[in-house]
């Protein structure tokens, strides 16, 4: 049975810093291109960054850009989420997923999904 499991949320003041891990286990994970997303209140589940399998590629959406760092390790098989400079529309529940066929942003790829860790960024 696959499992993601997200920690390392929390409340943080403009400017500051987080780091999101996401353990898996119930698969082999050197093999899973990994994503983190994340959903806002009443918005739309959105692609924030992922990698792939080996961790040389990686992809970012604009609005994070030199602000995220994803990364993995896959001798512990978690991938991470370093954020900096948080904004308060950062303010989300992200989500880590992993997928079988690549490693790119398109959500309805991802095969297993974490439960989420709320990010609350206060101004």
């Known amino acids: 049975q696959v499992q993601l499991v997200e920690s390392g949320g929390g409340l943080v003041q403009v400017g500051g810093s987080l780091r999101l891990s996401c353990a898996a286990s119930g698969l082999t994970f050197s093999n899973y291109g990994m994503g983190w997303f994340r959903q806002a209140l009443g918005k739309e589940r959105e692609t924030v960054a992922t990698i792939s399998s080996k961790g040389f590629r990686t992809y970012y959406t604009d609005s994070v850009k030199g602000r995220f760092t994803i990364s993995r390790d896959n001798a512990k098989n978690t991938v991470y989420l370093i954020m900096n400079s948080l904004k308060p529309e950062d303010t989300a529940v992200y989500y880590c997923?992993?997928?079988?066929?690549?490693?790119?942003?398109?959500?309805?790829?991802?095969?297993?999904w974490g439960q989420g860790t709320q990010v609350t960024v206060s101004s």
């Open positions: 997923a992993a997928q079988t066929t690549g490693w790119g942003p398109q959500i309805n790829d991802y095969d297993y």
